[in-house]
């Protein structure tokens, strides 16, 4: 009898335990309570991190939750949880659940910041992270790589978080498929705001890479879904998918400069997707396909003006027998019921054919196989204004057929091909991007064609059936359709908005009297207007730029005048990270060694810009010297005289050949260059790697005089590697050099309207040999 | 009240129409009927094809059946309707069904036996073939090119079949998947028994083919079950695996010169299959693994003998970033449960290492990628005889784990792995081939690893649950196992058999001057002997042999002299298809211009043996001279001396380098070779194809005396791009050449203990360039 008694008692002690454990809360404050709470959690445990800044904090977030019973790790208040410094977090075990941090003002010490495995022995399977943050978190130069978030495992979610900001080199989100336990793996990235990525200079900065070339055969089955991709302008690709299977639905690509890719891998869905570009980017891109199978259905393309590799619509020519991890041939994909509206040359193929290239290429990298088996069917595009070019080629178009496509082209002159109908289509304009067809259109409606397996094309865009109607285009039925594009409230963290009021700049007046220029500065706010009073401005140290701010001369025609005299190879202005200068209507003089501008030496963590106009500068070593890793947006000097100088503008420091560089937009313009001895521009760009549509030169209607005398590669503009130069309507004076430029012909380089007088000579070559990347 | 009227009769008149249609039966007698009767045929008819020799029937079953209620296309008896002449069958639409049929005594005009599809555009699925048979149905020529059942579409079948005797160019089946409606496909091929497919000679001459490397990406999913192959030894790949999710479970691979191979394509399933070898042969092989993710459980491996490609468990390196067409690295794969019995270094990894040929071969050809992430587990070796090499590696073995395997090696000096551990084990012998572990061994019993979803593997190769007991192997439970290995009569055609009984032969004794010797050959029957009595036996005109025959004197003491003397460039003996002939203490003399022995110039369709012993061969032209598209099996010349002739053996006409070859297997042993003038032997492969096998040649014990002199090559035993080639005990004397050999040292050519008199010398070169086939 006490036998049993005793059993019993044990059974209902264990029960309660049970019961106990499902509820409870614990609350920790520092990372030694964390640690021993994460040890001792059971199925249905909350750990509460009390608000606050954490700093240095690396989770090791291990355990066993039960489905439906998570173990959760959350914000005392979602968004007052600060994760800043060397911080990290990773998950190990099953039905783990983080919610409501926000990572800032840090990076990881680790390769990743949110990971879903704790190493080789240790995955993470039905883990989750919801209702984050992740702002600039970013690694503090370039050129170190990491990946912020590292899918690992199966199962696992990132949903309703925000984002952005990475700066340095690695995809933000990154799948790794490299082992049985990682494939088949269907986590779900859903209902995320991926905001601003600035621009890299180079590739590897995808938003999103899914698998590798290596794990490219694996079945994956990753679901990207209902997404908003807002300005991710990293690289060529927003998303590079590599794997099987993969699902594209419902996403939202606004304004980001690259394209959903499908980079390598087979068989993946792009569904019902927006692609929104405008009329100022000529980088927005669309979906670009390279391999087998892909389905692209009910997808919406607004006002891209992109080209080749980011087109509207690009599909590749491959490499014959492709090694792994270049090219494939394009077979057995299928576009059916999608709308371009307002896009230029949307439907691109053979896009990447290089077959001119054989003399600077190896064989193995000729992309000579075209699309094969395509089916282009039951597409509108409608144009408001005509587009000559609807479809362009870069090979004989001979695999792709097309069967009852649409195209209202506004006009009737444009490249014609079978199977795209020049019709009259009645369009609704909704909003300023979003166009749905007017009902009852019978050339839109009995219309479409059954190819193989249309039937599974069962929903438009806007989750209309297409039993009863069935339109062609991406929308099916103008009711029952979402009336606006984009509403930011549906994605990422609730308690947190990238939109932040805009604020009126403080001017802020300064003469020579009033103290040090380098403290006004510091003390300015964000986009402060500092304007000098005439009389000059003597500089002995660097003034520090890491903010938006202006100096500029209280008018036109006071003498402004700085000088610095600071040590030897120290800036006059140094660029820190986000530091964005414009100088207007100053005179900046050095002493001979000096240099007017540079970046850090390191730990550029992120970009700068620099805007000179209407200025003189002048008696300096360098006018801009760039360090390894740093990375201007925009560097333009317009109206501006630059002279008695040793070097000009040096953005040429990224030497190790991996595609990288220091600028992207690089504008001279109504600009006078006199006596600057070696490097007017050395501007370079290293490594071929097809896939990098950057940087960007313009030098327009300026003079070049009596520069060069020193430079050594006897070249006046230095531009090598460079994707985009354009040299136009300058004035080149009695420079002793052999070249005022070598030009890079297949690329955009171009030059026109220039006058070369003693001076050399303007030179292009079509192809440039260059080591290859990868 | 007349329209309700009306409209119920019509659909009585419906509703009748289909009750008729569903039991109707058709017999037809030609192919006109056939014809008409396909065309009208509705869903559950029946079309017999009365009994008899259908001779040129070229039918385009096209028809709707509906499931559970197909188009049947039928025998009147099973086995009685045989199709013949050149013929054919081709299947458009849906459920139809076509059994009994037995194709034979001729060949495809088309490129197929079986298709299922018409064209590109009418396309079969869910259709079957069964209870039917294909024998040696082969085209006229080796060279010329078809495959006997294509698979197209979907849900196909092709089961309870007969396949035998294909000797020609290309995979006997053949599942095609270019295009998306031919994936994921589903096809069944199951049941049947892949008889005898006779040495080809060269490459493409699988048994099946799933695919290409072309569309190696796609989900494929053909399940290949319950099959036997026997004998299939067209070449060194038996099944050619190049898609996904194809799988191989319970089939018997009996005695077949090949293994099962996973050549592209990832993530395959190979669970209970038998592979069945035996002491004689070093060609039998197992599993070839290339590639990603392939699971590869609960198989039988006995008495397999073979190396490198065909070893019982061959894992390959990898090409880095292989082209599509070439050898991706191995990853993922899982190897568990499975048993190896007497077989020879079972596992060798690595296999087709080939770093140090960068002098031969082009970068893209070398396979120096070592497998990685590989899990070996839960297997069973098990040796009668000590066995010293287990496992054996061509490379570093880096990225394999090994993990609770057992060997029992009959002793405990052999190369070792953590992971492999030596115990000794109780088997019960069943039958000759067939062990199974006995009870209770805890050994094997409590030992598994359990590895990542290693609870998939539910069952042992018999179908025993593993849930109570779960032994190492591939056998979990000694009873309720099958006690036999084989029953023939489980696969195949239920009318059919291959094993056909055992006649004793005729001996049919022949004097000179009976008549004529080649009219006795014409009338005897297949394997008969004729015994010729002492004398001169004068020919004018070709012997034909197209069957086995033996041509020997009384005995070894008379006389028997056959004197040719025919057309010009004619041959004694004309080897035909099918041809086997002995001669047996024979004196073959020629008249200068002709041959001894020839194949036909075209139309060989299936090969041919020669055995000469105890004879002297002089006079001739050509002591064997070859043909394209011949294939001989064997030429064996032993005891025998050959002479005065201006050529010995040529064997050399398959010259447009593409893998083929004239033989087999040449033997020269015990032989006297004087005064051949020109190529004493001409053995001759071209084109670089690392999986073809042959040809073997071996020459020992033999002199060769003043030939060669008129040899342009200056070789005298010509044998490039042979790879097995023995050159042993040989004494050369006075033949005027600069090499008695020019041998193949990387491949299999050996010479040892031979005696060079003023012949020149024998030179072994490493490496061979040879032309790239693929």
Redesign the interface.
């Known amino acids: 009898m006490k036998k049993y008694f005793v059993l019993i008692s044990m059974v209902l002690i264990l029960i309660s335990c049970g019961g106990i454990s499902k509820n409870k809360i614990i609350k920790v404050n520092d990372a030694v309570g964390l640690k021993s709470a994460i040890e001792t959690a059971q199925p249905g445990n909350e750990i509460i991190l009390a608000n606050g800044i954490w700093k240095d904090v690396k989770i090791h977030f291990i355990g066993k939750g039960e489905k439906g019973n998570p173990i959760t790790l959350r914000a005392e208040i979602p968004g007052k949880v600060f994760i800043e410094g060397e911080s990290f977090i990773k998950f190990g075990g099953e039905y783990l659940v983080v919610s409501g941090l926000y990572f800032r003002n840090g990076y990881t010490p680790s390769k990743t910041i949110i990971e879903f495995r704790i190493d080789k022995n240790n995955i993470a399977n039905n883990c989750r992270v919801t209702n984050s943050v992740i702002e600039e978190f970013t690694q503090p130069d370039r050129y170190m790589k990491d990946h912020w978030i590292e899918f690992w495992g199966r199962n696992n979610q990132l949903d309703h978080c925000y984002i952005a900001g990475k700066s340095n080199q690695g995809p933000t989100l990154r799948v790794n498929l490299?082992?049985?336990?990682h494939?088949r793996n269907y986590h779900q990235i859903v209902n995320n705001h991926f905001g601003p990525r600035p621009r890299k200079g180079g590739p590897k900065s995808e938003t999103i890479q899914i698998g590798d070339?290596?794990t490219s055969?694996?079945?994956s089955h990753v679901n990207v879904s209902n997404n908003l991709f807002e300005k991710c302008n990293g690289e060529v690709e927003i998303i590079s998918s590599k794997s099987?299977f993969n699902e594209f639905r419902n996403n939202i690509f606004y304004e980001s400069e690259g394209s959903l890719v499908m980079r390598h891998g087979?068989?993946c869905i792009i569904d019902g997707n927006f692609f929104i570009g405008n009329d100022n980017s000529q980088f927005i891109g669309g979906i670009r396909v390279i391999?087998?199978?892909h389905w692209i259905t009910n997808n919406y393309f607004y006002k891209l003006k992109a080209e080749e590799f980011r087109s509207p619509l690009a599909i590749m020519n491959g490499i014959p027998?492709?090694?792994?991890?270049?090219y494939?041939?394009v077979?057995?994909v299928?576009v059916a019921h999608n709308t371009w509206i307002d896009c230029t040359s949307p439907w691109q193929f053979s896009v990447g054919a290089n077959m001119n290239k054989s003399s600077v290429l190896p064989q193995?990298e000729i992309r000579s196989a075209r699309p094969k088996?395509i089916l282009i069917a039951n597409n509108i595009i409608f144009n408001q204004q005509p587009d000559e070019l609807p479809i362009k080629a870069y090979d004989k178009v001979d695999g792709v057929t097309f069967r009852n496509n649409i195209i209202d082209n506004n006009d009737n002159n444009f490249n014609k091909y079978d199977g795209l109908d020049s019709k009259s289509i009645s369009m609704d304009k909704i909003t300023k991007q979003l166009f749905i067809p007017s009902e009852n259109q019978s050339e839109i409606l009995e219309n479409t064609y059954p190819g193989?397996?249309f039937e599974t094309i069962e929903k438009d865009i806007f989750g209309n059936s297409r039993t009863k109607q069935n339109y062609l285009g991406a929308i099916s039925q103008s009711t029952n359709s979402n009336k606006i594009i984009i509403n930011k409230k549906l994605y990422g963290a609730d308690w947190y908005s990238n939109e932040k009021p805009k604020t009126e700049p403080n001017v802020i007046r300064v003469t020579s009297n009033t103290g040090l220029l380098a403290e006004k500065v510091a003390e300015a706010d964000d986009g402060d207007i500092l304007e000098l009073s005439g009389g000059v401005y003597n500089l002995t140290e660097s003034i520090v730029i890491n903010k938006s701010i202006t100096i500029r001369s209280m008018d036109a025609t006071s003498n402004v005048e700085i000088r610095y005299s600071g040590a030897k190879d120290t800036p006059a202005f140094e660029m820190n990270p986000k530091g964005n200068l414009t100088l207007d209507n100053i005179i900046l003089k050095g002493d001979k060694t000096e240099y007017a501008f540079s970046s850090l030496e390191k730990n550029m963590s992120k970009g700068y810009n620099l805007w000179v106009k209407n200025s003189q500068i002048s008696n300096f070593k360098y006018i801009l010297k760039s360090y390894r890793g740093s990375f201007a947006d925009t560097i333009s000097i317009t109206n501006s005289v630059i002279k008695n100088s040793l070097n000009g503008i040096e953005l040429a420091a990224e030497t190790d050949d991996k595609g990288d560089y220091n600028a992207e937009f690089v504008t001279i313009s109504n600009c006078r260059f006199e006596n600057i001895k070696r490097n007017v521009i050395n501007f370079y760009r290293g490594g071929y790697d097809e896939s990098t549509i950057g940087g960007n030169l313009l030098v327009e209607n300026s003079q070049f005089t009596q520069c060069g005398g020193d430079e050594k590669s006897k070249i006046l503009l230095k531009t090598r590697g460079i994707i985009n130069v354009s040299i136009a309507n300058n004035t080149f004076t009695g420079n002793p050099v052999k070249y005022v430029a070598l030009l890079w012909g297949e690329k955009n380089n171009t030059h026109d309207g220039n006058r070369l007088i003693k001076s050399g000579k303007i030179r292009v070559d079509q192809y440039l040999k260059q080591k290859l990347v990868y």
Chains 1, 2 share one sequence.
């Open positions: 490299s082992g049985n336990e494939i070339s290596y055969m694996t079945p099987n087979n068989y391999n087998t199978g027998k492709s090694p792994l991890n270049r494939n041939q077979t057995d299928v193995r088996r193989f397996e």
